[in-house]
């Protein structure tokens, strides 16, 4: 019976965990209500504990972890012990780190969508509306263009990697006191760097965040014009903001609401490829009219910046490195509650499209009233009073 106590272990862990997930579904507007609230806080203590280490904790505790297996293994063979009961054992230390993580973090997928933090009314649209987001996201993206430094060869050139992370916070507080959104109200610490970029690189991974440490990792490697999107991305993943989609949009509301041009190029640029993508992924031949004529619309810049973007990652990728972190990224996202997997990444189009009509076309359209004015005839009906001239 001893042999199996690791699996029982196991066993339980998962059980507890499943049953958190439970709780989290039924007990959504409970979780909303408290959980984020009080896990942003605790994920703001332990970011300024990890702060005071320049690499990433979570790497190092991950080496730590992998040494003690392969040590146990080899005392496995040299003691010859039972490798069933240790594979056991080995299943219970990750079935209960998955917990902890649960535990400290993984209820946010549980939490309410981000729009209604941000009162944004989310609901379906038209071919036009979706084309004219994707114009106007395309239009700003070519305005910034422009503002951004660029080295001789015409590539955007940034300021480096500890700079753009040290102001990558600045969105949030505007967004936060200025805007009213106290779904931001997390930790506003720089992001760190990845460590075993190539390693991540060739998978297509640009960042991670983990919740048992608070902190948020960014791979120094991907494109310039990228960096400060994905610093801001996985910032919101800090501040409990944990379906992709949602921290996509926390990254361009945050991205944008920075006074840097670099920030607020990287947010228009990332939308209007969302946008775009999306418009191009319509199996309809206006569709098809419409990305032309928009794809016609971009600038030189933009579009050598586009191009490049392109080209980095088709350089960079692994094909079956990129379709094995997919696929444990869907298996781990559906598992936590995102029923959408790998694919709610690019359902960010939903709430740009939504957050264009309500920022910009309504306030467009929206008819100023004169103040009313008791001595205009014009605005007050004199028929049928005496001496009324």
């Known amino acids: 019976m001893r042999y199996w106590f690791g699996y029982l272990t196991a066993g339980i862990f998962g059980a507890m965990t499943w049953v958190l997930t439970q709780f989290g579904d039924r007990f959504a507007t409970l979780v909303d209500m408290v959980y984020p609230y009080v896990m942003r806080n605790f994920q703001s203590i332990l970011a300024q504990w990890t702060s005071t280490v320049e690499y990433p904790v979570w790497q190092l505790l991950a080496v730590v972890l992998g040494v003690?297996?392969?040590?146990?293994?080899?005392?496995?063979?040299?003691?010859?012990?039972?490798?069933?009961?240790?594979?056991?054992?080995?299943?219970?230390?990750?079935?209960?780190?998955?917990?902890?993580?649960?535990?400290?973090?993984?209820?946010?997928?549980?939490?309410?969508?981000?729009?209604?933090?941000?009162?944004?009314?989310?609901?379906?649209?038209?071919?036009?509306?979706?084309?004219e987001a994707t114009e106007y996201y395309r239009d700003k993206a070519n305005t910034l263009a422009g503002q951004v430094s660029r080295d001789p060869a015409g590539n955007v050139e940034f300021e480096d990697f500890e700079a753009?992370?040290?102001?990558?916070?600045?969105?949030?507080?505007?967004?936060?006191?200025q805007n009213h959104y106290?779904?931001?109200?997390?930790?506003?610490?720089?992001?760190?760097?990845?460590?075993?970029?190539?390693?991540?690189?060739?998978?297509?991974?640009?960042?991670?965040?983990?919740?048992?440490?608070?902190?948020?990792?960014?791979n120094p490697q991907i494109p310039d014009v990228l960096l400060p999107f994905t610093m801001c991305h996985e910032m919101a993943h800090r501040m409990c903001i944990a379906p992709e989609r949602d921290a996509n949009f926390a990254a361009f509301l945050a991205a944008s609401a920075n006074q840097d041009p670099q920030f607020q190029y990287s947010a228009y640029f990332m939308a209007f490829r969302y946008c775009y993508y999306a418009l191009s992924g319509v199996n309809a031949q206006s569709a098809a009219a419409a990305a032309s004529r928009i794809a016609q619309g971009v600038g030189d810049q933009l579009r050598f910046d586009m191009n490049?973007?392109?080209?980095?990652?088709?350089?960079?990728?692994?094909?079956?490195?990129?379709?094995?972190?997919?696929?444990?990224?869907?298996?781990?996202?559906?598992?936590?509650?995102?029923?959408?997997?790998?694919?709610?990444?690019?359902?960010?189009?939903?709430?740009?499209?939504?957050?264009?009509?309500?920022?910009?076309v309504l306030p467009s359209i929206a008819v100023k009233e004169s103040p009313f004015d008791p001595y205009d005839e014009t605005q007050v009906d004199l028929s049928g009073i005496v001496n009324a001239r």
């Open 68 to 131: 003690l297996i392969l040590a146990s293994l080899v005392l496995m063979i040299v003691l010859k012990w039972n490798p069933i009961q240790w594979l056991g054992w080995v299943m219970a230390v990750f079935a209960g780190i998955y917990l902890c993580h649960t535990l400290v973090w993984g209820l946010s997928y549980h939490a309410g969508p981000l729009a209604e933090d941000v009162r944004l009314e989310v609901s379906s649209y038209t071919l036009e509306e979706l084309s």
């Open 164 to 177: 753009l992370a040290a102001i990558a916070g600045d969105g949030f507080h505007t967004l936060t006191y």
């Open 308 to 360: 490049a973007y392109d080209a980095y990652f088709n350089a960079k990728q692994d094909k079956s490195a990129t379709q094995f972190a997919d696929t444990v990224n869907d298996t781990y996202l559906k598992a936590s509650g995102d029923a959408s997997g790998v694919a709610s990444y690019n359902e960010v189009c939903d709430l740009l499209v939504n957050w264009h009509i309500q920022t910009v």
């Open 182 to 218: 106290p779904v931001f109200a997390g930790s506003r610490l720089p992001v760190k760097k990845l460590g075993w970029a190539d390693m991540y690189t060739s998978m297509g991974i640009t960042g991670v965040t983990f919740g048992l440490t608070g902190e948020a990792c960014v």
